[in-house]
């Protein structure tokens, strides 16, 4: 989705974002009602899954979730009695500070969260099992160092610094902030994401040091395409939450 190009139709992005919620949950990155996305919608407007006072969780999102605000977190028009997310300033921020980023994810993967606690670093420990996720260790996944509760623009400010112009970022103690140019690379990234620390923490568990992958293998990897390959793999997730019923 490029905003500056193409009027988005907030009824998709709406629906999009509550998909993506949904495929997060069926994944395992979110548990219970922690955890959002978003996507940009115009000038200093965005659409993000709020919380409504009858809230089920990430897993059972809906389109009415999915909320209109401005960068600060104002809802736009009447709230229906929605909230937004205490963390709402890292997408506001962040769509405010990088003009190509056009959707967040933020979650609390267990597998991220108990290696950055371990200090395993998320290393490019395989090689075709996951290509995204081996290039994207091999670019390097910044970590923000604190794990406090980013309720305020300063604080996001603080993550997006430590970022840099990286598409993730692991909150130690806390969980990742992903980025994409739609919401649907932002989720296949926080997948990847999850993946990698996934094997990183069963290496671990085995008593194990990975070895590095030489590089005379990596130079033999494919770039599969982001666009993509983004897209296959979400329509993949977008049909196996439909055959549970998400
Ligand atoms: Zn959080």
């Known amino acids: ?59 059972f999102a809906g389109d009415d979730d999915v ?22 300033p890292i997408h506001g921020e962040l769509l405010r500070a990088r003009p190509e980023v056009n959707a967040v994810v933020h979650a609390h993967p267990p597998a991220v969260l108990v290696c950055g606690v371990a200090a395993l670093e998320l290393r490019p420990v395989f090689g075709a099992y996951n290509i995204p996720a081996m290039r994207m260790a091999l670019e390097g996944i910044p970590v923000y160092p604190r794990s406090v509760l980013i309720s ?3 604080l996001a400010q603080e993550m997006i610094a430590a970022m840099g112009d990286r598409p993730v970022c692991v909150l130690k103690g806390h969980g990742i902030t992903v980025t994409g140019e739609r919401v649907e ?12 620390a996934t094997v990183t923490l069963e290496v671990a568990r085995a008593g194990a040091r990975a070895e590095p992958i030489p590089a005379e293998d990596i130079a033999e990897l494919p770039d599969l395409g982001s666009a993509f390959n983004d897209l296959t793999v979400w329509r993949h997730h977008v049909a196996k939450a439909r055959s549970r019923g998400l």
């Open 1 to 59: 989705m490029n905003a500056e190009t193409t009027a988005p139709d907030l009824g998709d992005l709406r629906a999009t974002v509550a998909q993506a919620c949904r495929i997060l949950a069926v994944e395992g990155l979110v548990e219970g009602t922690l955890g959002h996305v978003s996507v940009r919608a115009g000038d200093d407007r965005m659409l993000i899954r709020c919380r409504g006072t009858d809230d089920e969780g990430l897993m």
């Open 67 to 88: 909320r209109l605000t401005d960068f600060s977190g104002a809802i736009i028009g009447p709230d229906e009695g929605y909230r937004v997310p205490k963390e709402l």
């Open 152 to 154: 305020g623009p300063g």
């Open 185 to 196: 690379q932002a989720v296949v990234r926080a997948l990847n994401l999850n993946a990698l």
